[in-house]
């Protein structure tokens, strides 16, 4: 039986072990999937990473709006923008998708029983050399139809990691880093 398309990727994607046997590189085929190459278009999104100061206990760096009494912050301040502590935000490209134990996003529409509840989870994909913490926040942005972020910048969900998982493969080498998220924990931008 012939296939009319190769089963591989192309020979760049592979690695050529001591045995001499060839075998997927998942670093590389992820970084076509999300960045593309010759033959690959990219599947990638650009998405804001915020990550939160940490002092020398990794601790997060508490803002001078906080209050002592009620721990609230302010939301007007300025800094950092009613979150309480320190933060920078960097633009990373990333896949998502979302997974759920009832099939997820196909049926989100479904009528749920009564004592029923939804456990549908955002997974979003980053490369090996990402640095996530539990702390840090994952904001999608409004993106243009050629998938560039919207000038001025809007906010569109804004998630917290719950899992954040390393996944590894032959010889526990690093692949890509999968950041679960509830979805149900969202905090979507009101228009």
């Known amino acids: 039986m012939k296939f009319k398309r190769k089963l591989y990727p192309p020979k760049n994607h592979g690695v050529i072990r001591s045995s001499g046997k060839k075998e997927i590189d998942l670093r590389s085929n992820f970084q076509s999937i999300i960045f593309g190459d010759g033959e690959t278009l990219p599947h990638g999104k650009k ?3 915020r990550v939160f100061r940490l002092d ?5 760096i508490k803002c001078t709006c906080l209050s002592d009494l009620s721990l609230e912050p302010s ?14 935000e960097h633009w990373k490209d990333s896949y998502c998708s979302y997974v759920g134990a009832d ?10 029983k009564p004592g029923e509840i939804r456990t549908d989870y955002k997974v ?13 926040k994952i904001i999608e942005v409004k993106l243009d139809s050629e998938g560039q972020p919207v000038v001025p910048y809007v906010i569109e969900t804004i ?3 719950e899992t954040i998982s390393v996944n590894r493969s032959d010889y526990g080498r690093a692949e890509y880093i999968s950041a679960y998220c509830k979805e149900q924990d969202s905090i979507r931008e009101d228009y």
């Open 47 to 49: 998405i804001l990473l």
């Open 56 to 60: 020398s206990n990794r601790k997060r």
């Open 75 to 88: 939301d007007e301040c300025k800094f950092c923008l009613g979150e309480g502590y320190f933060w920078d």
């Open 103 to 112: 099939g997820g996003l196909s049926n989100r529409t479904r009528m749920l």
């Open 124 to 136: 979003f994909y980053f490369e090996h050399s990402e640095e996530i913490k539990y702390c840090d």
């Open 159 to 161: 998630y917290k990691p």
